[in-house]
Structure formats: structure tokens, C-alpha cells
């Protein structure tokens, strides 16, 4: 492959980027598809129907795009942290058996161990590179915690919009959040995120995609740990 080519931003980009593409096309479709079926019951509610400008900012929107983001940065936050202790023999999802834990310095090559290149701030030994080495779930923690709030929040303007709409009335935040509504929309979710990982675990144990970093080699032993293709 040409150097020109292979180095090109959107080349050495393009995972990214194509995830980026997905998640903006899937994101507007949903935003089509539940624009329409909410004024098909609005409609059956004689309620008039809104444009999609209105419904973009709603709380029904907003509670349909938060439950799934903060479900799917449950997963990896959980996936992440437990992969530090836990181990799975067989799975390229998981560390080699024997190093389960924090690891050493000279393994994370953090510190005196940091290599030229290493990030700056693994290459101290402050409060700076205590917070690097955590870094990645103190963010996804953050992103879950906040968009969980949102989804919270959101959902519980739409659950009193419907209330009020059949002549019942609205729910405060702290109400709403002991009603089955919201623990089904959120459980429904996490469930399906746990089943997703555990698949993915226990399947890349025994079976193989070639070339994907997410698999074994093709011609691995099945018990194979911490290995990628």
C-alpha cells in the first residue's frame, strides 16, 4: 500500500470516523421515525401534531436517545473496570490469567518506566498521573452518570405529558423515578448491554473473524487467553 494512502488522516482515521457516519445516519433516522409515531399518537390522543423542530427538543426525544447512551456507557464502564480483576480463559476480551490486577509500574510502563514517547503525564508520580491511570472510567462514569440524569429527568417531563394528556396528573422527578415506567425503560436496556458482553466473551472463546483485533487468530488454541488476531 502507497505511504501517501495509508497515512492519510481519513485512512488512519476511518474506524472512527465510519462509527461517527453510523451513529449521525442512525441518529437522524431515529429522529424521523419517532417524530412520526409521535404525532400518529398525538393524533389518536386529539392532540395537534408537532413539527420536527418541536419534537427534536422534546422530552420524548431526549428520553429515547439518553436510556440508550447511558446503558451502553454502563456497559463499558462495568466492562472496562471488571476486566482489570476478572479473567476469562479462552477470550481475547480478556488479560492472560496470570495478570489479573493493577499490574506493575514496569507493565503499565508508567513513571521511571515510561518510555519516550509515554503520555506526560504517566511519566510522573503525582495526583496528575493518578487520575490519567483512571482517566478512561472516570470519564465513561461521568458520561453514564450525566446522561442518566438527563434520561431521568426527560423521561419523567414525557411520563407527566402523557399523564396530563389523559386527564391525569404529572409526577415529580423523585415520583417518577419509583415508578415501574422508568425502571423498565432502564432495565430493559441494561439487560440487553450484559447479554451483548457476555456474547461477546464467551463467543470469541470459540469462534474467530480473521484480521479483527476482536477475535483470536484463526488458527489459535481455544483456551488461548489475551491473544489478538
Do not use: C
Not at 490486577?101 to 510522573?124: I, K, L, M
Not at 495526583?127 to 478512561?136: A, M, N, T
Not at 441494561?190 to 469462534?207: D, K, P, T
Amino acid at each position: 500500500m502507497n505511504a501517501r494512502i495509508r497515512h492519510r488522516p481519513v485512512h488512519v482515521n476511518a474506524l472512527s470516523l465510519t462509527f461517527a457516519a453510523l451513529f449521525v445516519a442512525t441518529l437522524a433516522g431515529q429522529a424521523v421515525a419517532g417524530h412520526a409515531r409521535f404525532n400518529r399518537e398525538q393524533l389518536e390522543a386529539s392532540a395537534p401534531p408537532v413539527s420536527l423542530g418541536h419534537y427534536l427538543t422534546s422530552s420524548a426525544f431526549g428520553v429515547d436517545v439518553l436510556e440508550n447512551w447511558q446503558s451502553e456507557f454502563l456497559q463499558f464502564l462495568l466492562f472496562i473496570l471488571a476486566t482489570v480483576w476478572l479473567v476469562q480463559r479462552g477470550s481475547p476480551e480478556s488479560k492472560p490469567l496470570g495478570r489479573a490486577g493493577r499490574e506493575s509500574d514496569a507493565q503499565q510502563q508508567v513513571g521511571r518506566f515510561a518510555g519516550p514517547a509515554a503520555p506526560r503525564a504517566a511519566r510522573g508520580n503525582g495526583l496528575k498521573r493518578r487520575l490519567y491511570e483512571h482517566s478512561l472510567t472516570l470519564v465513561m462514569g461521568t458520561v453514564f452518570l450525566v446522561s442518566w440524569l438527563g434520561q431521568s429527568l426527560a423521561g419523567a417531563v414525557a411520563y407527566s405529558h402523557e399523564q396530563v394528556r389523559d386527564g391525569q396528573d404529572p409526577v415529580t422527578w423523585l415520583e417518577y423515578l419509583r415508578l415501574p415506567d422508568f425502571w423498565d425503560r432502564t432495565l430493559q436496556n441494561w439487560q440487553s448491554e450484559f447479554l451483548a458482553v457476555l456474547s461477546m466473551v464467551i463467543l470469541s472463546v470459540y469462534l474467530r473473524e480473521r484480521g479483527s483485533p476482536e477475535s483470536k487468530p484463526v488458527g489459535a488454541p481455544h483456551d488461548a487467553t489475551g491473544v489478538e488476531g
